[in-house]
């Protein structure tokens, strides 16, 4: 019985031929099982001893049947990956399909617009710890945008960061003042997605610490820089807003880019249209940065990269930039 076993075996080259001699040897009705139950029909010694023989010959024909399952599986996936589709990355390419993304598109822009305003351009990590997220930033341990709902800490203990804000310590310690730097790069906050949020976006922090900054200096600078964005002349308003990190704090609007500021369906009537927060560098924040407040002033901005790629595109739903659908992305070449 074990010859003719092993011999079937090796001609079993795929898992239903397999499958088949388990059923055949090992099923309710195979041949060792039929060996077990016409045990009960010895005696005594005999009994014993054919009994042991007989549960070795089941448990090799148990493990040789796994073994050749586990191999056949292996060469069934190899197969599968030698056919897949091969490509060939010597060969020429006759036509430039790819485009840039269009966040790309305009923080090239802007990192264009803001270095030839004399601001460096700087990187920095998507893994940040609790101090330069927050507490650098004059955001005290209580505060809500430290809650889970909206971090994601890592089990390590940092966290993506939720804000390019989390770069401004660093920098400043880089630098010292007078500084000019801007520094894009991708947050992330845990939120439910819908047309208008996305739990992964971009931004584009802006600093300028200098000796009498004024906020009259970033309205300058904002001003100047969105016209170029939008290519005509844009407006901006301020009105208060609160982050821990800059006093006074602001919430920039512009004037709509649909009607101009006379009022229509897309700014509510109202003539503006909400842009990016921003505001003086709050003295704690220069000192944790090194920086001497009694010396020194700032001003600081968030401008969401994303929210004016859809206002300069037009884009209605912030998923489709996320979407890694090209069809809808290669919409935006390269001028
Ligand atoms: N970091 C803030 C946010 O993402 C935006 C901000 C930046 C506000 C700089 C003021 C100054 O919500």
Same mark, same amino acid.
């Given at each position: 019985?074990?010859?003719?076993?092993?011999?079937?075996?090796?001609?079993?080259?795929?898992?239903?031929?397999v499958?088949?001699?388990?059923?055949?040897?090992?099923?309710?009705?195979g041949?060792?099982?039929?060996?077990?139950?016409?045990?009960?029909?010895? %005696?005594?010694?005999?009994?014993?001893?054919m009994?042991?023989?007989?549960?070795? !010959?089941k448990?090799?024909?148990?493990?040789?049947i796994?073994?050749?399952?586990e191999?056949?599986?292996?060469?069934e996936?190899?197969?599968?990956?030698?056919?897949?589709?091969q490509?060939?990355?010597?060969?020429?390419?006759?036509?430039?399909?790819?485009?840039?993304h269009?966040?790309?598109?305009?923080q090239?822009?802007?990192?264009?617009?803001?270095?030839?305003?004399?601001?460096?351009?700087?990187?920095?990590?998507?893994?940040?710890?609790?101090?330069? @997220?927050?507490?650098?930033?004059?955001?005290?341990?209580?505060?809500?945008?430290?809650?889970?709902?909206?971090?994601?800490y !890592?089990?390590n203990?940092?966290?993506?960061?939720?804000?390019?804000?989390?770069?401004?310590?660093?920098?400043?310690?880089?630098?010292?003042?007078?500084?000019?730097?801007?520094?894009?790069?991708? +947050?992330?906050?845990?939120?439910?997605?819908?047309?208008?949020?996305?739990?992964?976006? &971009?931004?584009?922090?802006? =600093?300028?610490?200098?000796?009498n900054?004024s906020?009259?200096? !970033? =309205?300058?600078?904002?001003?100047?820089?969105? %016209?170029?964005v &939008?290519e005509?002349?844009i407006?901006? +308003?301020?009105?208060?807003?609160? &982050?821990?990190?800059?006093?006074?704090g602001?919430?920039?609007?512009?004037? @709509?880019?649909?009607?101009?500021?006379?009022? @229509?369906?897309?700014?509510?009537?109202?003539?503006?249209?909400? *842009? @990016?927060?921003?505001?003086?560098?709050?003295?704690?924040?220069?000192?944790?940065?090194g920086?001497?407040?009694?010396?020194?002033?700032? &001003?600081?901005?968030?401008?969401?990269?994303?929210?004016?790629?859809?206002?300069k595109?037009?884009?209605?739903d912030?998923?489709?930039?996320?979407?890694?659908?090209?069809?809808? *992305?290669?919409?935006?070449?390269?001028?």
């Amino acid at each position: 019985l074990r010859e003719s076993f092993e011999r079937e075996l090796e001609a079993a080259k795929n898992s239903e031929a397999v499958e088949k001699l388990r059923v055949a040897y090992l099923g309710k009705k195979g041949s060792v099982t039929e060996l077990l139950k016409g045990l009960k029909d010895v %005696s005594g010694e005999q009994k014993k001893e054919m009994g042991q023989h007989i549960n070795l !010959l089941k448990k090799q024909v148990e493990e040789k049947i796994g073994a050749q399952i586990e191999k056949i599986k292996a060469a069934e996936e190899e197969a599968l990956v030698a056919s897949a589709e091969q490509y060939d990355v010597t060969l020429p390419v006759t036509e430039a399909e790819g485009s840039y993304h269009p966040i790309t598109l305009v923080q090239r822009q802007l990192e264009e617009i803001f270095a030839s305003m004399g601001f460096t351009i700087e990187d920095y990590s998507e893994i940040v710890d609790d101090y330069h @997220c927050f507490e650098a930033l004059n955001i005290p341990k209580h505060h809500p945008a430290r809650d889970m709902q909206d971090t994601y800490y !890592l089990e390590n203990g940092q966290l993506l960061k939720t804000h390019t804000s989390a770069a401004q310590n660093a920098i400043m310690k880089k630098y010292g003042a007078p500084l000019r730097a801007i520094f894009p790069g991708r +947050c992330f906050r845990n939120e439910a997605t819908d047309a208008c949020h996305e739990n992964t976006f &971009f931004q584009m922090e802006g =600093i300028m610490i200098d000796k009498n900054i004024s906020i009259s200096n !970033l =309205i300058y600078f904002m001003k100047t820089m969105l %016209s170029e964005v &939008f290519e005509r002349d844009i407006n901006v +308003c301020l009105r208060p807003g609160f &982050f821990p990190f800059v006093e006074p704090g602001f919430e920039l609007d512009i004037s @709509c880019l649909i009607c101009g500021g006379e009022g @229509c369906p897309s700014c509510k009537n109202s003539g503006w249209l909400e *842009l @990016c927060p921003c505001g003086m560098i709050h003295p704690n924040v220069l000192t944790a940065g090194g920086i001497d407040p009694e010396e020194y002033t700032g &001003f600081a901005f968030g401008l969401g990269l994303t929210r004016l790629v859809m206002m300069k595109y037009g884009v209605k739903d912030i998923r489709d930039l996320n979407s890694g659908n090209l069809k809808a *992305l290669s919409q935006f070449r390269h001028e």
